[in-house]
């Protein structure tokens, strides 16, 4: 059963009314978004924005037993209304195949409709490791860390994979520490990050994620680079970095004017040349080592970002990678949860 957050009325109540009067302080309502920050214990007086109240961010509540909880507010138009109810019955599912929490998935404690705005309960997690970064001076994580981190999510993703769910949006504002309290600690010899946690061990969460994003999200992590764009100078980026897109693929195309001579039409002395001469190279020359751990960690990432599908590495696979070896089945230093808008994938003869 989903555990339901809302058994006091009054409680619920006291949320609506909150609700109802920050509503008339703003008509124009931004895009939602997902903050977990806490608020002093007063149910919900406050957002956990110092800018204007308005009700498409998210909130943190109080609730009985001194336990924090966040509240996703969906902006309320239909499009948002759609996406928002599409995640819910996610997130249901979710619940429901996993009563135990033992796939590490995000917990949605409830939901509720006030004035066609979809608001949904979730567990209060911490820092997401982009913030963590940006605190720190986008210190790169560790290997170490990132094959803690990684190896949580990978078992996350091959359960989520069985039951037809598809990732959409990872990256790392999306990937959150399910605790947040630990002390930052400068390595300057190595220029790393370490965390060192003063919370008690807890399970290993995370959230589905399509295998060449989730190929993108380590690489972040591991130089705080992104390797994605649009359109045709997002092809080129890739084919800096990952090598030239193989022509089989390119035939198969239906933006055939994306295409010449069966390579990519890319105008090489445009200005985005420029940016991607400056921002992007093969993937190998981005290792800082020679060591045997960054050599597996970036042959994984090659494995994860090859351009045919057909090749490509699966989840499960991914897990019996060398890389993740020295991995050993006990509570890892780091513990991380991905927040993030999910989509069914519909299978023909699924239903």
């Given at each position: 059963m989903t555990q339901k957050l809302f058994v006091d009325e009054g409680l619920k109540e006291q949320t609506v009314t909150?609700?109802?009067?920050?509503s008339t302080q703003t008509?124009?309502?931004?895009?939602?978004?997902?903050?977990?920050?806490?608020?002093?214990?007063?149910?919900?007086?406050?957002?956990?924005?110092?800018?204007?109240?308005h009700l498409s961010r998210s909130l943190s509540l109080w609730v009985s037993g001194n336990e924090y909880v966040a509240v996703k507010i969906v902006r309320n138009t239909e499009?948002?209304?759609e996406v928002a109810t599409s995640e819910i019955t996610v997130l249901e599912e979710i619940n429901r195949l996993d009563e135990e929490n033992r796939f590490a998935c995000v917990r949605m404690l409830d939901w509720f409709q006030y004035r066609d705005h979809v608001c949904i309960v979730f567990e209060l997690?911490?820092?997401?490791?982009?913030?963590?970064?940006?605190?720190?001076?986008?210190?790169?994580f560790s290997v170490e860390q990132i094959r803690q981190m990684s190896f949580q999510i990978f078992k996350a993703v091959c359960f989520l994979h069985q039951n037809k769910l598809t990732h959409t949006d990872l990256k790392p504002e999306n990937i959150l520490f399910v605790c947040s309290d630990y002390n930052l600690e400068f390595n300057n010899d190595r220029g790393m990050l370490t965390l060192a946690q003063k919370c008690e061990p807890k399970k290993l969460r995370c959230l589905d994620v399509k295998v060449v994003d989730f190929g993108t999200a380590i690489f972040d992590h591991e130089h705080h680079e992104s390797l994605t764009h649009e359109s045709k100078e997002h092809l080129a980026m890739m084919e800096k970095v990952l090598g030239p897109i193989p022509s089989h693929l390119l035939k198969q195309t239906r933006k055939q004017h994306f295409v010449h001579n069966e390579h990519l039409n890319w105008d090489e002395q445009g200005c985005s040349d420029d940016y991607i001469e400056k921002h992007c190279k093969p993937l190998k020359q981005y290792m800082w080592t020679n060591s045997e751990d960054e050599r597996q960690l970036f042959d994984l990432l090659?494995?994860?970002?090859?351009?045919?599908?057909?090749?490509r590495i699966t989840m499960e696979e991914a897990l019996?990678?060398?890389?993740?070896?020295?991995?050993?089945?006990a509570p890892a230093s780091f513990v991380t949860k991905a927040l993030v808008m999910l989509r069914?994938?519909?299978?023909?003869?699924a239903m």
């Open positions: 909150a609700l109802e009067q920050s008509e124009t309502l931004e895009a939602s978004t997902s903050v977990h920050t806490a608020v002093p214990p007063r149910w919900v007086t406050r957002y956990d924005s110092p800018l204007p109240v499009s948002f209304s997690l911490g820092l997401s490791t982009f913030e963590v970064l940006k605190q720190n001076e986008f210190l790169p090659s494995l994860m970002l090859e351009y045919d599908v057909s090749r019996w990678h060398p890389f993740f070896s020295p991995v050993i089945v069914v994938e519909i299978l023909v003869g």
